[in-house]
């Protein structure tokens, strides 16, 4: 599978750059705010950027195998699809803050449901995903058949006008998965990116670092394809959140990732499609080691770090109003050559 990832506007970014230092600041003085607000001018490849009036976060909601190492019972996967429906959710309080819409899409959760309503299971690939300790998350096919449902949830907001976009996830177990992720992408022991997730104690911790090391094992040899990785070691929403980031990067919008989550398929969505990382800032720091190991490799910075762990989508929706703030600055402030 190819694409074809733009490249943000060089010339805009200098552009950006020039008009930065001539504000009427200190040069450099609004340190992380001017980084912010020429990499928007290079990706909307304009000076100033244009404002982002339409802000969309996308849960990808699903079960994962492994969900015993959670400190939560897997139920609450579905459940939560009922909580986000009906407005309640963490991220959908947040994003009413800044006025980001929230959409959630059940894309393998394990649920008997009938009154949820049709476009939240338009893009269902499975319910649930394989124990990736003991077998593969995914069946052939699948991993592929998931990225391109992210990939149409992309293309759906997009072409409705979202102009910045944020993947959520709302999963039990999925922050195994994410280590799992990131250790077979980066080649790093289990012990090094298994963190607590939602609170497991010590004993949990070690559990979760013997299951990772154990799908380590089980998928060596197969992981250098991604969509094998995705197959042996992701999960369905895994693969549907690579597909929405990189369909996002194909069309020139701007993604704030959120946590753990969107970081580890971050990473895998980079290997297949390199390049896609131009168009992705990290919105926030998670407190999963697996989440720093992959911005890191991916060259991102998170913008705030709060010591958020709720996933869906929070984080990165808290970042938005600096992003805003960024353009701002570059729209709307003076010139020191009008100093008198
Ligand atoms: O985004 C994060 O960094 C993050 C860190 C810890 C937990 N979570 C959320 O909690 C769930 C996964 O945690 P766990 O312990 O069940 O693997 C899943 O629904 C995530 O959205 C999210
Ligand atoms: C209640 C609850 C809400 C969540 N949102 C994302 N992950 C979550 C995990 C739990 C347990």
């Given at each position: 599978m190819r694409f074809t990832i733009p490249v943000p506007d060089a010339a805009a970014h200098a552009a950006a750059r020039e008009r930065l230092d001539g504000?009427?600041?200190?040069?450099?003085?609004?340190g992380r705010l001017e980084e912010l607000a020429a990499w928007l001018s290079a990706a909307h490849g304009?000076?100033?950027?244009?404002?982002?009036t339409d802000v969309r976060v996308v849960v990808f909601a699903g079960d994962h195998?492994?969900?015993?190492?959670?400190?939560?019972?897997?139920?609450v996967t579905g459940a939560m699809v009922r909580v986000f429906l009906a407005g309640h959710s963490g991220v959908n309080v947040l994003a009413e803050q800044v006025g980001a819409r929230v959409r959630v899409a059940d894309?393998?959760?394990?649920w008997d449901v009938s009154?949820?309503?049709a476009s939240v299971l338009a893009h269902k690939i499975r319910r649930g995903s394989g124990s990736i300790d003991v077998e593969?998350?995914?069946?052939?096919?699948e991993a592929l058949r998931a990225f391109e449902a992210g990939l149409s949830l992309a293309d759906e907001e997009i072409s409705t006008g979202a102009d910045l976009l944020i993947p959520g996830d709302m999963g039990i177990g999925n922050t195994a998965v994410c280590a799992a992720l990131v250790a077979a992408s980066l080649g790093l022991p289990a012990a090094e990116v298994v963190g607590a997730g939602t609170g497991v104690d010590s004993a949990g911790l070690a559990r979760k670092v013997e299951a990772v090391s154990a799908a380590l094992a089980r998928a060596a040899g197969r992981v250098e394809d991604p969509f094998e990785r995705l197959t042996a070691l992701g999960s369905a929403c895994a693969a549907a959140t690579a597909g929405f980031l990189v369909q996002a990067a194909a069309r020139a919008v701007p993604v704030l990732l959120d946590g753990v989550f969107s970081g580890a398929a971050a990473l895998v969505a980079r290997d297949i499609a390199?390049?896609?990382?131009?168009w992705w800032l990290a919105g926030h720091r998670s407190t999963e080691p697996s989440q720093a190991f992959a911005l890191k490799a991916l060259g991102l910075e998170p913008i705030?770090?709060?010591?958020?762990?709720?996933?869906?989508g929070s984080g990165a929706v808290q970042a938005v109003p600096t992003l805003r703030a960024a353009r701002a600055i570059l729209a709307d402030m003076g010139l020191l050559a009008d100093l008198t």
């Open positions: 504000l009427v600041k200190p040069v450099g003085s609004l304009c000076v100033p950027p244009r404002p982002l195998g492994v969900s015993a190492l959670s400190a939560y019972p897997r139920e894309i393998a959760v394990d009154d949820v309503p593969d998350a995914l069946l052939p096919g390199p390049g896609a990382e131009r705030l770090d709060l010591g958020l762990r709720l996933g869906e």
